[in-house]
């Protein structure tokens, strides 16, 4: 990962951590009615694990809040109406599609957070970053969704459609995360974007997909 | 916890654990829609974090699974049509009467299963009991549901009356997990339904509700 000037970008500490926190709740809620949705028990399972592994990283983050001796409840809250627009965004009309927003939202949006900790001050930025450097289940989901492409020609076109509209979506919820102050100019953002960009460019290829 | 002789009840080792896996899973699956469903933050992350810990017990059930060799997925799937009838029978008509049926269900099946663990041969009685011992996070759940009845007093009765109709489907599912063999008499069974009814009625009484 190149590595940009980034300590202008990154929100400051709390913000950081609520956001990062309240969308890793998210992730678990969203993974978890994937997993009760998959007719399959193999899909339930893989789904299941990915589920698990975001709530681990919500509890490590919460960790984190507390550390501060802050509420992480109360760092949470002013993100829930936001979170809740963006779910609303990227549901799909199936589990499949559902499952592809999950991969495709929560690849983006790690790498994003994961860039946004070298920002951060003191160990909360290593702290952080090795958490969300910890597997997300992310190959497990792949190989549910190749199989499921593999079984349904036709899904392929459907899935690679979807996924270039969650790109949209998801970028401008990222970009919302952004401090506001001065330094957060467009030239300062773009390599950032560019880069994860990249990196899920190169998870719809290990699905076959056009990204 | 009296110790009644529970080798003639105990089902043979890879349907105790295949069985035991898929209920779990069911949990998660059951909890972390409650969790999707709660409106508020502090029940969003107890409820959740009792879901992950039934992901874990289901984790840690698969792992005794490939430990004798066997394929998890094809353990638990003689359960799949079971366990989709039970859950349809213990939804509730909102998240609160659904965090009920979490509470109830699950804090009787998993005594069920500990008591029914002392019968499985090796250490693989032993191994299940310290999983299925450890927390599932009831205490959680038990205290979502106490706010909950406290913001809103005619919830008492309605969840009383739901938690009454819970008990009957829930032990007809344990019975069915139970071995068919001449040595599971009703004689044996009485002690262990006894047991697992007295603890349901304690959990009940912590909620201030009437078993």
Redesign the interface.
């Known amino acids: 990962m190149q590595h940009v000037e980034l300590a202008e970008l990154t929100p400051e500490l709390l913000p950081f951590l609520g956001m990062a926190a309240r969308l890793q709740?998210y992730a678990?809620?969203a993974l978890?009615?994937v997993?009760?949705a998959a007719p399959g028990?193999?899909a339930?399972?893989a789904v299941?694990?990915a589920?698990?592994a975001a709530?681990?990283r919500?509890?490590g983050l919460?960790e984190e809040i507390r550390r501060r001796d802050d509420d992480?409840?109360e760092a949470?809250?002013p993100y829930?109406d936001a979170v809740a627009a963006f779910a609303a965004q990227v549901a799909g009309s199936d589990w499949r599609e559902d499952l592809l927003s999950a991969y495709v939202v929560f690849g983006l949006l790690d790498d994003f957070f994961l860039h946004l900790a070298a920002g951060l001050p003191g160990e909360f930025g290593e702290r952080s970053a090795r958490l969300l450097h910890e597997d997300a289940g992310e190959r497990a989901l792949a190989v549910v969704l190749q199989r499921e492409i593999g079984a349904d020609p036709r899904l392929a076109d459907v899935l690679a459609l979807w996924g270039r509209r969650l790109v949209g979506d998801t970028l401008l919820m990222a970009r919302s995360v952004l401090s506001s102050g001065p330094g957060a100019t467009d030239e300062r953002i773009e390599p950032v974007l560019t880069e994860i960009i990249a990196a899920h460019t190169r998870r719809m290829d290990a699905l076959g997909l056009t990204a």
Do not use: C
Request: proline share 4%.
């Open positions: 709740l678990f809620e978890a009615a997993a009760a028990l193999e339930k399972v299941s694990s589920a698990g709530l681990t919500h509890a919460v992480p409840i949470m809250r829930a």
